[in-house]
């Protein structure tokens, strides 16, 4: 069980990779070692500016495979042909929700239609 507290604490900043610290890579991954999966590489110093984010996504893409919505699912969402932020699925009272970090409000979470809503294409990884 996911302590939901702790994520709402996370402040972000771009690069952001040691809690509190968090970009939206950051959070996917804390909460990914938070639930007991396997990491993913923490691609220290990679940035959503211009097209660094993407090319290690797409870099990394043939470690993980394409699943439906799940919990620990990393959410991949695109502008146009780029990946341009990620999110992180998580059980909330039975119902499954993405936590983002962003740099508005630092961290959110919804619903996970309601966050699909916002970008044009969202692809789910584990």
């Known amino acids: 069980m996911l302590n939901i507290d702790k994520y709402l604490s996370v402040t972000w900043q771009m690069g952001g990779r040691v809690f509190p610290v968090l970009d939206c890579y950051g959070i996917v991954h804390e909460v990914r070692r938070d639930l007991g999966l396997p990491e993913w590489p923490a691609f220290e110093g990679v940035i959503k500016e211009g097209s660094e984010m993407n090319n290690a996504c797409e870099g990394f893409m043939g470690n993980v495979k394409q699943c439906q919505p799940c919990e620990g699912a990393v959410a991949a969402c695109y502008k146009g042909q780029l990946i341009s932020h990620l999110g992180v699925v998580v059980r909330l009272n039975g119902i499954l929700q993405v936590i983002e970090s962003n740099p508005r409000k630092n961290v959110t979470i919804l619903p ?15």
């Open 112 to 126: 996970l239609r309601r966050f699909e809503r916002q970008y044009a294409k969202v692809e789910y990884y584990q």
